[in-house]
């Protein structure tokens, strides 16, 4: 369930070469702060950086699932193993 208190990465304004390594980051810290949900927010405008997102989040061992947010699609909710 999310919270204020669930860990959130803003990709706004990112360039898309850098979301792997920020992503990935990301991930490996939360996943070592014990946390099992995150949202990575990525905004709704052209789909880019949704699409890299997504595809960073399918190829990471430490993604449980993830899944476009129902009442917000710029974000991506992800749970982590």
């Given at each position: 369930m999310?919270?204020?208190k669930t860990p959130k990465l803003?990709?706004?304004g990112e360039?898309?070469?850098l979301v792997y390594a920020l992503v990935t980051e990301f991930i490996n810290d939360n996943?070592?702060?014990g946390n099992k949900e995150i949202v990575v927010i990525?905004?709704?405008s052209t789909n880019i950086l949704t699409k890299e997102v997504h595809q960073v989040?399918?190829?990471n061992n430490l993604v449980?699932?993830?899944n476009l947010d129902n009442w917000n699609v710029g974000q991506t909710i992800v749970n982590l193993k």
């Open positions: 999310l919270t204020h803003d990709l706004h360039e898309v070469a996943y070592k702060m990525h905004g709704k989040l399918k190829e449980k699932s993830y």
